[in-house]
């Protein structure tokens, strides 16, 4: 039966909690006591951890001046920053001064109607507004590209007229072919017309006199003259033609050729050879990477059995380049020859010594094979027989063991390498134009040679050099179109213009000509043809850059300007002209600009198209992904390869203008062909691919088809006015921006520089568009005149043409503008100001835990503490003592850090500041020596008080832990021992309580037992 507990005695009225509590609070003095000394602990313990945060803290605030890029850390100024910005985005750049002239800025490509009135009345126009991003014709050859890739020297010439006038023509910041061209045509000192005739420059005379011949010569003892083909050029005719300086190099790359087409490579094979004597090759030209193999070369002796091949036992390239000589050696006979290995600054040459008319090859084999120490590196084949004899002329040279790394930008050097190491019957190299590749079949057979396109490769009909006959050798074609020009093949959207007849034109003064042109293989060739023709006309790029223009100078009014043909021609050049304008624009000769070799980040203005994914659907609702990060090679083709891998019923192609790539829909289902982005990117939109199928004529076919292209079209019709026509421009939301200004139309490109160049045009209606800006690179020459290297931008800033700096050009300037970089004293100068700072907050927090108030009696928490004690005797003592073996500064004092009688630190800026002006080195040493150095010994120092090995202040801080933790160990066992306690009294009171209730009970019964009487 259990029993009601009160916190007072019901019987006894004893107050049974208070007075336990009272016998417990006694009982509990020793772990109270126990409790309020680890408290104390604690307490300790907090400011132990404090101190040890603060000495970390020294310690990092000290590594700064102790690292030694801290000492490189530089500023830049601009002396004139109004024509040049300059931001540093480094801690330290190069402390060479700079020069740096700003040739040009960039500019936008921006195009603008007539006055259309206005900006909301309709105007009755239909027809379509195209905008695009390739296709010109017009193309300048880079400076840096001519002469075999020497490039051209950036200076001044001078011409000289047929007037006797004279120009200095300034070229320092030429950088293309059509630079060179305007500079000298906009020049007001002379009358002469610079032009192209495919790889030569031609000069004009227009003055109509003959009081001095036309001249070019050098200015300031220069190469420019020299390096554009003109040097040399005095002449009493009106016109002259520079020497060629357009041919193809090593350096080369393949992507370039063709007009930017590149060279079609298949999967596996990509050209099939059969050489005269019967041999066959499959030529596989991969990723142009080679295994490292056994280098050899062979001698170039005429007769072929007095030919020897050097070969190196070991594969590998430490021998490619080896040259094996052939010196007469008196001393030695016919069948004792030697040979050595001789090895110097000029590099290693293989040497045998022979008897002039009477060593054979087969003597020279046997010669090096008897060799032991050189027949270990070497072996030598004797060519034929082996019976003819040697000359000192022949010679070698060992190469191809040197392993090569995979090709991402492959050039013509790696094209001819591959199709040498083929066979050594075949000999690959440029052709004596230097514009295209020449093989020769050195097997001496009799049969034919015969060269062709593997399967699924187009190399061979690309290079020009597919090839059926008994000659020795085949020329390939040109496969770079001139100077100023593309071939007629990258016309027609890369499908070419096939070989042209001859138009017939006729003035307006009513003279005429016929003009052949089937000799031509360049638009630059069809125009040159034109302008010689007789007439008094002038043929030139129209105003896009996208076809042929003729503008008539005769004057006359007798007739139309007309240009006609009795086949295509005409039509195929956009050159069906009937008018009575003296300019006729002609129409767009769609010029190839994207094909399978283009790099997808070549797209989109430049931009890119990302490396995201897309959603193809075709027509039966099967659906698969595309991802551009997954592909193995990131170009057009590529691309089209792996969409055409889907299971699914599409098929990717490069489209018929040459301008993108087009899906066609195979799958014949009742739905529509859809691609669509995913994960909110934009690959596809970029690709012109987005969206959904429409019925098109593809290949005389009437297909459902996505046709994409680097382009966009508008359908203008008669309601549109100029606002609805730049609304509809705007909401294509790619490469171009457009606005309704005062009833005329805006185009602005959305990219700046040359990468945002357009092409616009109308079909249907004319509004008088017209180029308002061209697009045009920022240009600066970095350097001094003469050596200066050119960088290009689209939007005036320059990120690399100055490691470390960031360059924004405002305007242009006649003279440079000096990029000065001097060091950064300040950031040394703060690093020790927050050391200083640093140690301040040290030595307050001491000063505080180890404080004694006279006044109360009381201390800090680390009073007497004998670790603070250490750390303010070390410390100081490294602060105040002298430094050795860390340079010529000995101490802190010397660069005005001192401690005060507070133990505080004080720093006189300016000591450090003369001291780095005058003597940096000093200062960096003495800050940074490695163990001896200021920032090596206040790390020694403060790893030995707070680090994280047997430190002071760790050790007392584990000791701290253990009594803390020992406290607490017995403090629970005095509570477990308490709580019984507690319990015990509270039963023995209860217990009295229950004892007291029975006997008064037992009272109570007593008393009512009533006496008997008797």
Same mark, same amino acid.
Do not use: C, W
């Given at each position: 039966?259990?029993?009601?507990?009160?916190?007072?005695?019901?019987?006894?009225?004893?107050?049974?909690?208070?007075? !336990?509590?009272?016998?417990?609070?006694?009982?509990?003095?020793?772990?109270?006591?126990?409790?309020?000394?680890?408290?104390?602990?604690?307490?300790?313990?907090?400011?132990?951890?404090?101190?040890?945060?603060?000495?970390?803290?020294?310690?990092?605030?000290?590594?700064?001046?102790?690292?030694?890029?801290?000492?490189?850390?530089?500023?830049?100024?601009?002396?004139?920053?109004?024509?040049?910005?300059?931001?540093?985005?480094?801690?330290?750049?190069?402390?060479?001064?700079?020069?740096?002239?700003?040739?040009?800025?960039?500019?936008?490509?921006?195009?603008?109607?007539?006055?259309?009135?206005?900006?909301?009345?309709?105007?009755?126009?239909?027809?379509?507004?195209?905008?695009?991003?390739?296709?010109?014709?017009?193309?300048?050859?880079?400076?840096?590209?001519?002469?075999?890739?020497?490039?051209?020297?950036?200076?001044?010439?001078?011409?000289?007229?047929?007037?006797?006038?004279?120009?200095?023509?300034?070229?320092?910041?030429?950088?293309?072919?059509?630079?060179?061209?305007?500079?000298?045509?906009?020049?007001?000192?002379?009358?002469?017309?610079?032009?192209?005739?495919?790889?030569?420059?031609?000069?004009?005379?227009?003055?109509?006199?003959?009081?001095?011949?036309?001249?070019?010569?050098?200015?300031?003892?220069?190469?420019?003259?020299?390096?554009?083909?003109?040097?040399?050029?005095?002449?009493?005719?009106?016109?002259?033609?520079?020497?060629?300086?357009?041919?193809?190099?090593?350096?080369?790359?393949?992507?370039?050729?063709?007009?930017?087409?590149? !060279?079609?490579?298949?999967?596996?094979?990509?050209?099939?050879?059969?050489?005269?004597?019967?041999?066959?090759?499959?030529?596989?030209?991969?990723?142009?990477?080679?295994?490292?193999?056994?280098?050899?070369?062979?001698?170039?002796?005429?007769?072929?059995?007095?030919?020897?091949?050097?070969?190196?036992?070991?594969?590998?390239?430490?021998?490619?380049?080896?040259?094996?000589?052939?010196?007469?050696?008196?001393?030695?006979?016919?069948?004792?020859?030697?040979?050595?290995?001789?090895?110097?600054?000029?590099?290693?040459?293989?040497?045998?010594?022979?008897?002039?008319?009477?060593?054979?090859?087969?003597?020279?084999?046997?010669?090096?094979?008897?060799?032991?120490?050189?027949?270990?590196?070497?072996?030598?084949?004797?060519?034929?027989?082996?019976?003819?004899?040697?000359?000192?002329?022949?010679?070698?040279?060992?190469?191809?063991?040197?392993?090569?790394?995979?090709?991402?930008?492959?050039?013509?050097?790696?094209?001819?390498?591959?199709?040498?190491?083929?066979?050594?019957?075949?000999?690959?190299?440029?052709?004596?134009?230097?514009?295209?590749?020449?093989?020769?079949?050195?097997?001496?057979?009799?049969?034919?040679?015969?060269?062709?396109?593997?399967?699924?490769?187009?190399?061979?009909?690309?290079?020009?050099?597919?090839?059926?006959?008994?000659?020795?050798?085949?020329?390939?074609?040109?496969?770079?179109?001139?100077?100023?020009?593309?071939?007629?093949?990258?016309?027609?959207?890369?499908?070419?213009?096939?070989?042209?007849?001859?138009?017939?034109?006729?003035?307006?003064?009513?003279?005429?000509?016929?003009?052949?042109?089937?000799?031509?293989?360049?638009?630059?060739?069809?125009?040159?043809?034109?302008?010689?023709?007789?007439?008094?006309?002038?043929?030139?790029?129209?105003?896009?850059?996208?076809?042929?223009?003729?503008?008539?100078?005769?004057?006359?009014?007798?007739?139309?300007?007309?240009?006609?043909?009795?086949?295509?021609?005409?039509?195929?050049?956009?050159?069906?002209?009937?008018?009575?304008?003296?300019?006729?624009?002609?129409?767009?000769?769609?010029?190839?600009?994207?094909?399978?070799?283009?790099?997808?980040?070549?797209?989109?203005?430049?931009?890119?198209?990302?490396?995201?994914?897309?959603?193809?659907?075709?027509?039966?609702?099967?659906?698969?992904?595309?991802?551009?990060?997954?592909?193995?090679?990131?170009?057009?083709?590529?691309?089209?390869?792996?969409?055409?891998?889907?299971?699914?019923?599409?098929?990717?192609?490069?489209?018929?203008?040459?301008?993108?790539?087009?899906? !066609?829909?195979?799958?014949?289902?009742?739905?529509?062909?859809?691609?669509?982005?995913?994960?909110?990117?934009?690959?596809?939109?970029?690709?012109?691919?987005?969206?959904?199928?429409?019925?098109?004529?593809?290949?005389?076919?009437?297909?459902?088809?996505?046709?994409?292209?680097?382009?966009?079209?508008?359908?203008?019709?008669?309601?549109?006015?100029?606002?609805?026509?730049?609304?509809?421009?705007?909401?294509?939301?790619?490469?171009?921006?457009?606005?309704?200004?005062?009833?005329?139309?805006?185009?602005?490109?959305?990219?700046?520089?040359?990468?945002?160049?357009?092409?616009?045009?109308?079909?249907?209606?004319?509004?008088?568009?017209?180029?308002?800006?061209?697009?045009?690179?920022?240009?600066?020459?970095?350097?001094?005149?003469?050596?200066?290297?050119?960088?290009?931008?689209?939007?005036?800033?320059?990120?690399?043409?100055?490691?470390?700096?960031?360059?924004?050009?405002?305007?242009?300037?006649?003279?440079?503008?000096?990029?000065?970089?001097?060091?950064?004293?300040?950031?040394?100068?703060?690093?020790?100001?927050?050391?200083?700072?640093?140690?301040?907050?040290?030595?307050?927090?001491?000063?505080?835990?180890?404080?004694?108030?006279?006044?109360?009696?009381?201390?800090?928490?680390?009073?007497?503490?004998?670790?603070?004690?250490?750390?303010?005797?070390?410390?100081?003592?490294?602060?105040?003592?002298?430094?050795?073996?860390?340079?010529?500064?000995?101490?802190?004092?010397?660069?005005?850090?001192?401690?005060?009688?507070?133990?505080?630190?004080?720093?006189?800026?300016?000591?450090?500041?003369?001291?780095?002006?005058?003597?940096?080195?000093?200062?960096?040493?003495?800050?940074?020596?490695?163990?001896?150095?200021?920032?090596?010994?206040?790390?020694?120092?403060?790893?030995?008080?707070?680090?994280?090995?047997?430190? !002071?202040?760790?050790?007392?801080?584990?000791?701290?832990?253990?009594?803390?933790?020992?406290?607490?160990?017995?403090?629970?066992?005095?509570?477990?021992?308490?709580?019984?306690?507690?319990?015990?009294?509270?039963?023995?009171?209860?217990?009295?309580?229950?004892?007291?209730?029975?006997?008064?009970?037992?009272?109570?019964?007593?008393?009512?037992?009533?006496?008997?009487?008797?």
């Amino acid at each position: 039966m259990g029993t009601i507990q009160s916190s007072v005695g019901l019987i006894t009225g004893i107050p049974i909690q208070d007075t !336990v509590e009272q016998l417990m609070g006694i009982s509990a003095r020793p772990r109270d006591l126990l409790s309020s000394r680890t408290a104390a602990l604690q307490q300790e313990q907090v400011a132990i951890t404090e101190l040890t945060a603060l000495a970390v803290g020294l310690d990092l605030a000290s590594a700064a001046f102790g690292r030694e890029t801290l000492y490189e850390t530089t500023s830049v100024a601009s002396s004139n920053s109004e024509a040049l910005s300059v931001t540093q985005t480094a801690d330290s750049v190069n402390l060479q001064n700079q020069q740096v002239r700003v040739v040009q800025l960039a500019q936008t490509n921006s195009f603008g109607s007539r006055d259309l009135g206005s900006s909301t009345e309709s105007l009755g126009y239909s027809g379509q507004l195209k905008i695009e991003t390739g296709g010109f014709i017009d193309s300048s050859a880079a400076l840096e590209d001519l002469n075999g890739g020497r490039g051209v020297e950036r200076g001044q010439i001078r011409i000289t007229d047929r007037s006797g006038n004279s120009a200095m023509i300034d070229l320092s910041g030429a950088t293309t072919i059509d630079d060179v061209l305007a500079s000298i045509n906009e020049s007001t000192d002379i009358d002469v017309r610079a032009s192209t005739s495919g790889d030569k420059i031609v000069l004009t005379d227009k003055t109509g006199k003959t009081l001095s011949n036309l001249s070019v010569s050098e200015v300031g003892g220069g190469s420019t003259a020299s390096d554009l083909g003109l040097r040399g050029i005095n002449t009493a005719s009106d016109s002259a033609s520079g020497r060629d300086i357009y041919s193809l190099s090593a350096a080369t790359s393949l992507s370039s050729l063709r007009d930017g087409r590149g !060279v079609g490579f298949g999967g596996e094979d990509d050209i099939a050879i059969t050489l005269r004597d019967g041999t066959e090759l499959s030529i596989d030209f991969g990723d142009f990477s080679r295994e490292a193999t056994n280098a050899s070369g062979t001698t170039t002796a005429a007769d072929p059995n007095a030919r020897l091949t050097i070969e190196t036992v070991a594969a590998g390239g430490d021998y490619d380049g080896l040259e094996v000589l052939f010196v007469n050696d008196v001393g030695v006979a016919a069948g004792s020859e030697t040979v050595e290995l001789l090895e110097g600054t000029y590099g290693k040459q293989l040497v045998f010594h022979i008897d002039e008319g009477n060593t054979t090859a087969a003597n020279i084999a046997d010669a090096l094979a008897g060799n032991e120490e050189l027949s270990a590196l070497f072996t030598a084949t004797a060519g034929g027989d082996g019976s003819a004899a040697v000359s000192t002329a022949d010679f070698a040279v060992v190469d191809g063991g040197a392993a090569i790394d995979p090709q991402s930008n492959p050039t013509i050097e790696d094209l001819l390498r591959v199709l040498n190491e083929a066979d050594p019957k075949l000999q690959a190299s440029l052709s004596a134009s230097g514009d295209a590749i020449e093989l020769t079949d050195l097997s001496e057979g009799t049969g034919t040679l015969t060269i062709a396109d593997a399967e699924g490769s187009t190399a061979a009909s690309d290079l020009g050099l597919v090839f059926e006959g008994e000659a020795d050798s085949t020329t390939g074609i040109a496969l770079q179109s001139g100077l100023q020009s593309v071939s007629l093949s990258t016309l027609a959207g890369g499908a070419g213009l096939g070989t042209l007849g001859t138009i017939s034109i006729t003035a307006h003064d009513g003279s005429t000509a016929d003009v052949d042109l089937s000799a031509a293989n360049s638009v630059a060739d069809v125009i040159t043809a034109i302008n010689e023709s007789g007439l008094d006309i002038e043929a030139d790029y129209n105003d896009q850059g996208t076809g042929i223009a003729i503008r008539d100078l005769t004057g006359g009014t007798t007739s139309n300007l007309k240009v006609s043909s009795l086949d295509e021609t005409a039509a195929k050049l956009g050159l069906e002209i009937d008018t009575t304008d003296t300019y006729a624009n002609g129409n767009n000769l769609r010029a190839q600009y994207v094909s399978r070799n283009t790099a997808l980040s070549e797209l989109n203005q430049g931009n890119g198209v990302g490396t995201g994914s897309f959603t193809i659907q075709d027509s039966t609702g099967q659906a698969s992904i595309v991802s551009l990060g997954a592909l193995e090679s990131q170009t057009v083709g590529a691309l089209i390869d792996q969409i055409n891998s889907l299971s699914i019923g599409v098929e990717a192609s490069l489209n018929a203008d040459g301008n993108g790539i087009q899906i !066609v829909d195979t799958s014949d289902g009742e739905g529509t062909l859809q691609i669509t982005d995913r994960n909110g990117r934009t690959s596809a939109a970029s690709l012109g691919i987005a969206g959904t199928a429409e019925s098109r004529v593809i290949d005389g076919k009437v297909t459902s088809a996505i046709v994409g292209s680097q382009g966009i079209s508008v359908n203008v019709n008669a309601s549109d006015t100029v606002a609805t026509i730049a609304a509809k421009i705007q909401d294509a939301g790619q490469y171009a921006s457009a606005s309704a200004a005062g009833g005329r139309l805006e185009i602005l490109s959305k990219r700046g520089g040359t990468d945002g160049r357009l092409a616009v045009s109308t079909t249907g209606f004319d509004i008088g568009l017209r180029q308002t800006a061209s697009a045009q690179d920022a240009v600066i020459e970095v350097g001094e005149s003469g050596t200066a290297t050119l960088f290009h931008s689209s939007d005036n800033v320059f990120s690399d043409a100055i490691s470390g700096l960031s360059l924004t050009a405002k305007k242009v300037t006649d003279s440079a503008v000096d990029v000065d970089v001097t060091k950064n004293n300040s950031a040394v100068v703060s690093s020790v100001t927050n050391f200083v700072s640093a140690y301040n907050r040290l030595v307050d927090r001491m000063d505080a835990l180890t404080a004694f108030d006279e006044a109360t009696q009381s201390v800090g928490l680390l009073f007497g503490s004998g670790e603070v004690l250490r750390m303010q005797s070390q410390l100081g003592n490294l602060f105040t003592g002298r430094i050795n073996a860390a340079g010529d500064i000995k101490s802190l004092g010397e660069i005005g850090v001192r401690l005060s009688d507070s133990g505080k630190m004080t720093f006189d800026t300016s000591k450090l500041t003369a001291k780095l002006e005058t003597d940096p080195d000093s200062v960096k040493e003495f800050f940074t020596t490695e163990t001896t150095g200021v920032a090596a010994r206040i790390k020694e120092t403060v790893d030995k008080l707070a680090g994280v090995g047997n430190s !002071v202040l760790l050790n007392k801080n584990n000791s701290l832990q253990q009594r803390i933790e020992t406290n607490n160990d017995r403090i629970a066992s005095y509570n477990v021992r308490l709580e019984s306690e507690e319990a015990r009294l509270y039963k023995q009171y209860y217990a009295m309580e229950e004892a007291i209730s029975k006997l008064q009970t037992n009272q109570s019964f007593i008393g009512n037992i009533a006496p008997i009487t008797m």
